[in-house]
């Protein structure tokens, strides 16, 4: 049977260079990075030359890249170590401040910030969005113009709808108010070219699993100067904001992604390759659409990353589509991969007012440079049969 992955946000094949890359690591070159002698030493060189490569990805300078754990703790990093430092080192007190989010983050992200009000007490507005998914600016103005605001965390690209917000725009914003700035750009590094020092970001949060590094390892931008404290208190790496004997291998991993993304970058290749995925998702899509009726596409089409397609199959369940899917050998994911095997419907097309017969029958498919065109035609044939088998069975359908 053939094997179709469209999950690629949820995460991505590692390309063959990076195993390599990181396989010494596993054996030989074992040595702890902040050790003296120079075995360890070795490899705290390899480290740094994997920072530099993160930065010169998202023009930033080495040091200002502290290697997290993946995009959860980056994020978690930003919001909290800010957090910690107007309450800890500047005694604010927790009422008197506030957080600028959107409604439809990811969970690293809003699930962070509701539990820092419901245990903390730390108040925080979540902006909405249009039907469109796009983010509503006069509102992110007027929240983020709030007394006590501290800082606005707003992601680049939807994970589930492949939206892309006016980071730029949303950042100057923030600046003329005197707040801070992160940007959660997980879903946006590979799809979209980032330079930290053009877009205007404090702090910045990537992935290594989602630009085909392994799993594990991600990074955090922090500006020079920028405010803030550690989450994990320990010994004296990374400058004492993110300490613990370092993920070797995974940095090692991460940096020979980014600089695989870089040259790709830098010769062309990666727009050649954004313009191919782009063109098979929109096969995809008007396939789908064409032959699937009372279906949508959610987000917007002008807006969107190359990769990402969300539809709503209308009376049908998404689980039962990717279930069925599954069986033919296509992976794909209703929502974001947190919240798949939850049947709770997804809070981003709820805040995107996606109505409630096509809320439950969505289905994100995300595709990547190993996408093929036989891929995409595979779904052709299998998918409406799908949608037509589980409408039958549908009691919404008449
Ligand atoms: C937008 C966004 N932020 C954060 C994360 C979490 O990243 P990680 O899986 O590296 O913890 C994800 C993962 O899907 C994501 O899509």
Redo the contacts with the bound molecule.
């Keep these: 049977m053939k094997k179709v992955y469209f999950d690629n946000?949820?995460t991505t094949r590692t390309d063959c260079d990076v195993v390599e890359a990181m396989g010494k690591f596993w054996g030989e070159l074992y040595g702890n990075p902040s050790s003296i002698h120079l075995f360890g030493g070795s490899v705290s060189k390899y480290i740094e030359e994997a920072r530099q490569s993160v930065a010169s990805l998202i023009n930033a300078d080495p040091d200002e890249i502290y290697f997290t754990s993946?995009?959860?703790?980056a994020?978690n990093l930003a919001i909290q170590g800010v957090a910690r430092h107007y309450i800890y080192k500047e005694k604010k007190q927790v009422e008197n401040c506030h957080l600028v989010s959107s409604q439809v983050e990811?969970p690293?992200v809003i699930a962070q910030l509701s539990y820092l009000k419901e245990h903390l007490g730390l108040k925080s507005t979540l902006v909405g969005v249009s039907s469109c998914g796009d983010i509503d600016i006069k509102s992110f103005s007027k929240a983020v113009s709030t007394p006590g605001t501290l800082l606005a965390s707003i992601?680049m690209a939807n994970?589930e709808t492949g939206v892309i917000f006016p980071i730029k725009e949303l950042a100057s914003i923030a600046k003329k108010q005197g707040v801070l700035f992160h940007v959660?750009a997980?879903?946006g590094l590979g799809k979209l070219d980032i330079d930290v020092r053009d877009l205007g970001v404090d702090l910045m949060?990537i992935?290594s699993?989602k630009i085909h590094g392994p799993k594990g390892v991600?990074a955090l931008y922090v500006k020079r100067g920028t405010p803030i404290e550690p989450l994990f208190i320990g010994g004296h790496q990374q400058h004492l904001l993110r300490p613990g004997t370092e993920n070797v291998c995974g940095i090692i991993g991460f940096g020979k992604a980014c600089k695989n993304l870089y040259f790709a970058t830098k010769n062309g290749v990666l727009e050649q390759e954004r313009e191919k995925i782009s063109a098979l998702r929109n096969k995809l899509q008007e396939g789908l659409l064409s032959t699937c009726i009372d279906t949508q596409v959610n987000g917007n089409l002008n807006s969107r990353v190359c990769n990402t397609l969300n539809m709503s199959f209308e009376y049908i369940e998404g689980e039962s589509i990717l279930l069925l899917m599954d069986e033919m050998g296509i992976w794909a994911s209703s929502g974001?991969?947190?919240t798949s095997g939850s049947l709770e419907s997804s809070h981003v097309l709820r805040a995107m007012g996606v109505p409630f017969s096509m809320l439950h029958g969505s289905i994100r498919f995300s595709l990547s440079k190993y996408s093929n065109e036989s891929e995409v035609d595979y779904c052709l044939e299998k998918i409406p049969e799908i949608v037509k088998r589980l409408r039958k069975l549908s009691p919404f359908v008449k």
């Excluded at 993946?70 to 703790?73: Q, V």
């Design positions: 946000n949820a993946g995009g959860t703790e994020d990811h690293a992601m994970n959660d997980v879903q949060s992935s699993h991600g974001s991969a947190c």
